[in-house]
Structures are given as structure tokens and as C-alpha cells.
């Protein structure tokens, strides 16, 4: 009997209380800036403007632009990328939970686009928000919180 209260308790549970729980996923796009420094490969990390991690730029989707132009727009307002050349194809995507102004927790897919830096500018919309430093691609996986993007800057 208890056993048939379990099944069927669990199936009210998946069946009605999960989906009104459960949030659905977004989407978000990033972009791995990236030269080649004097010690090889480099990619520009920037500090989160809540709990100053190193992340790279991102941001949502933009209207009328293609996600790859989204990632390049954020890159120019969060680390003054002024020129790249970036892809239209993800490199690929990585999960994480951002967390909203009331705290709760959404889920984001956040889909990257490689941008080869030409010109950088010292004056850009966040400057005075965040810090930005070009590092090591094999440094900057240790220092990004996320594992999967951990593997996507290994990959580079």
C-alpha cells in the first residue's frame, strides 16, 4: 500500500508539481576574445559586475542582430573591444545559473563566438564597472568558475 502511495505521489510530483517549479532554460551569447600575446594564446576575461568572478563578455540576444554580433556588441560595452573578427559559428556552449535581482537562480545556456581582437579602447560603456586582463588560455580556465567553459577555453 505504502509503495502505491510512493508511485503515485511521484507521479503527481513529475507529472504537475515539477513543471510549475521548474524555470525553463535561456540564452545567452559570449565572446572569446582572443590574440596571440607574447607567451601564445591569449583570451580577455572580465569581472562580473555582482560578484567580481572572471567571466567572459556576454550577454542576450540583441533584435536585429545575429547572436555573433551580439557577442561582439557586449564585448565592445563590457571590455572595449572596438575591432574583431568574429565568427558566426559557436564555438561552443556552456551552462550556468545567473542569478536575478531577487536571488533566484535562472538557467542559461550561453553560446560562444570566437572574436580575433584588432583594436581595443580604454574608454567603453562599463569601463568604470569592471576590470578586464588578457591571459594565458590555459590561466583563464582556472580562473572562470563554470566547467564547461573551463573545457571550451582548453579547447582553444
Not at 109 to 136: D, F, G, L, Q, T
Request: glycine letters at 8%; one cysteine or more; a positive charge.
Amino acid at each position: 500500500m505504502i509503495s502505491e502511495f510512493k508511485k503515485a505521489f511521484s507521479g503527481v510530483v513529475a507529472g504537475v508539481v515539477q513543471p510549475l517549479i521548474s524555470r525553463p532554460v535561456h540564452m545567452q551569447v559570449a565572446a572569446a576574445c582572443l590574440r596571440d600575446g607574447k607567451k601564445g594564446r591569449e583570451v580577455l576575461l572580465i569581472t562580473s559586475r555582482g560578484t567580481g568572478r572572471w567571466v567572459l563578455p556576454k550577454g542576450w540576444p540583441m533584435d536585429g542582430k545575429a547572436n555573433h554580433q551580439s557577442a561582439l556588441q557586449e564585448a565592445w560595452e563590457e571590455a572595449g573591444v572596438k575591432k574583431a573578427r568574429v565568427t558566426p559559428v559557436a564555438l561552443g556552449c556552456f551552462t550556468y545559473d545567473k542569478i536575478l535581482d531577487g536571488g533566484l537562480p535562472l538557467p542559461v545556456n550561453c553560446y560562444v563566438y570566437a572574436a580575433e581582437v584588432e583594436k581595443m579602447s580604454s574608454n567603453y560603456p562599463e569601463s568604470h564597472e569592471r576590470k578586464r586582463s588578457w591571459v594565458p588560455v590555459a590561466r583563464a580556465a582556472t580562473m572562470v568558475q563554470e566547467p564547461e567553459l573551463q573545457e571550451l577555453l582548453l579547447g582553444l
